[in-house]
């Protein structure tokens, strides 16, 4: 059972930049699609980006630009570089496979607070 762990949330003030990391456990995981997401209180949790083993990445629209997803599969970590960053990108952040449904056991997130 693979166990994931995300770290590196905080609060930030508008325009300033944050780097998310997430460690997983198990060694299926340097072989799958791994995605960050994120929930704000009270809306549905979303996929932010994705990371394919190879290195090949996709976006949501709302963090084009801004955002940078990165991986190193010899430390089982998957990295979410925010720059930019806006108050409508507080919410808790999290890394699971991409897509689902089959995902992983989610860990506890890291919360993003985006305020001045």
């Known amino acids: 059972q693979v166990q994931l762990v995300e770290s590196g949330g905080g609060l930030v003030q508008p325009g300033g930049s944050l780097r998310l990391s997430c460690a997983a456990s198990?060694?299926?995981?340097?072989?799958?699609?791994m995605g960050w997401y994120r929930q704000a209180p009270g809306k549905e949790r979303d996929l932010v980006a994705s990371?394919?083993?190879?290195?090949?990445?996709n976006y949501a629209d709302f963090v084009k630009g801004r955002f940078i997803i990165s991986r190193d599969n010899l430390k089982n970590t998957v990295y979410l570089q925010m720059n930019n960053l806006e108050p409508e990108d507080t919410a808790v952040y999290y890394c699971n496979l991409s897509p689902g449904p089959n995902y992983y056991s989610w860990g506890q997130g890291t919360q993003v607070t985006v305020s001045s």
């Open positions: 990371i394919t083993y190879m290195g090949a990445t």
């Open positions: 198990g060694t299926m995981f340097r072989w799958n699609t």
